[in-house]
């Protein structure tokens, strides 16, 4: 059995997790937005690697359905319909549609994830239900990866707090027989024994909270640190974040 962790989705080549489960984190906050959208009823997700591609992606789709959404620098890209918040994703106004989107960290880590299967989308917000599913994974494919999206190609330590809660609630405890761990698996768990449970207190003490909180973000940093919210599994999957099974 082997549980891989990655910091940043660089480094991380197509043949590493083609056909295998991978686990994508960007809690602050792609991830997070994704799946409170998903739980207000949007239809699905595209993710883009920038700006330009979401609006050559949104061309081609039927404009009625469609939303724009994302962020450079954490704030809303001009002319797009939404940001990256997930208090933006209200019922009311993503119901029924498909949101492309682009995000500095979250959609490209998402497309580096592609080949994996499942890729399985995660965060606080839906903590249980996506370890259980990449539990069950784990345990069918003997593999696992652990995908941070990181911060602009660098260590995100909200992100690795969260590989690390997850790694210890797939792999409980010291070890298991014939577990392998790479480096950065073995280092995420040390952050949980650094911080504790508390998702709140691990994540307040990363950059991108403190940029979030300057930037007057407090409420998404209390949404996404929220464990639980919800019970939904979104994977990604022909290039749309979707809740299977969902018509
Ligand atoms: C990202 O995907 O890069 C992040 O979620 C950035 C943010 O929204 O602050």
């Not at 686990?23 to 009823?41: H, K, N, P, Q, S």
């Not at 919210?229 to 974040?241: E, G, S």
Request: net charge positive.
């Amino acid at each position: 059995m082997k549980l891989a962790v990655h910091f940043t989705p660089h480094g991380v080549a197509p043949t590493m997790i083609a056909g295998r489960p991978v686990l994508v984190i960007d809690l602050l906050r792609a991830t997070t937005t994704m799946i409170a959208a998903l739980a207000a009823g949007a239809r699905a997700i595209l993710p883009a690697a920038s700006g330009e591609e979401a609006l050559k992606l949104a061309q081609n789709l039927e404009r009625d359905d469609v939303l724009l959404a994302g962020e450079r620098r954490s704030e809303r890209i001009p002319g797009f319909a939404l940001g990256n918040s997930p208090l933006e994703m209200r019922p009311d106004v993503v119901a029924g549609k498909t949101l492309v989107m682009a995000t500095t960290n979250g959609t490209p880590a998402l497309l580096a994830a592609e080949p994996g299967r499942p890729v399985i989308i995660a965060a606080a917000v839906n903590f249980k239900a996506a370890a259980a599913a990449a539990w069950r994974a784990f345990e069918e494919s003997g593999e696992l990866t652990i995908l941070c999206a990181g911060r602009e190609r660098t260590f995100a330590l909200e992100d690795a707090y969260a590989a690390g809660r997850f790694a210890e609630a797939i792999v409980p405890g010291k070890s298991r027989r014939g577990l392998e761990l790479n480096d950065a698996a073995i280092a995420a768990r040390e952050l949980v024994r650094r911080y504790g449970t508390k998702w709140k207190v691990a994540v307040a003490a990363s950059t991108a909270a403190r940029e979030l909180k300057e930037r007057g973000c407090r409420a998404d940093i209390a949404a996404a640190t929220e464990p639980d919210t919800y019970d939904l599994v979104p994977i990604y999957v022909d290039r749309h974040v979707i809740i299977p099974g969902r018509g």
